[in-house]
């Protein structure tokens, strides 16, 4: 079992940055990848970006070169930086573990970017 804690959600305007958290239970070094998706009414969540144990970074087409994930092992933390947010970067965003047993999900935490 693995929980998942996310933090880091806000109001922010256009342009605006901020730093979402997600903080697992156990050693990352337990987990084969780690990312983060997010989800709007009506629609499926997606990858936002994707970290693997080794460090190997995948990002979705609308977050290269804004958002930046990356992960602290000591801290069992994955970060995702997200810099010059957009209206369409508004979603519940959620942190997702994968280990070879089995999929786990955070609770979410919402992103709001305003015009």
């Known amino acids: 079992q693995v929980q998942l804690v996310e933090s880091g959600g806000d109001s922010v305007q256009t342009g605006g940055s901020l730093r979402l958290s997600c903080e697992a239970s156990?050693?990352?070094?337990?987990?084969?990848?780690m990312g983060w998706f997010r989800q709007t009414p009506g629609n499926q969540r997606e990858l936002v970006a994707s970290?693997?144990?080794?460090?190997?970074?995948n990002y979705a087409d609308s977050a290269k070169g804004r958002f930046f994930i990356s992960r602290d092992n000591a801290k069992n933390t994955v970060y995702l930086q997200m810099n010059s947010l957009k209206p369409e970067d508004t979603a519940v965003y959620y942190c997702?573990?994968?280990?070879?047993?089995?999929?786990?999900w955070g609770k979410g935490t919402l992103v709001t970017v305003s015009a």
């Open positions: 997702n573990a994968e280990t070879i047993f089995s999929n786990y």
């Open positions: 156990r050693s990352l070094f337990s987990i084969s990848d």
């Open positions: 970290i693997t144990k080794g460090g190997i970074t």
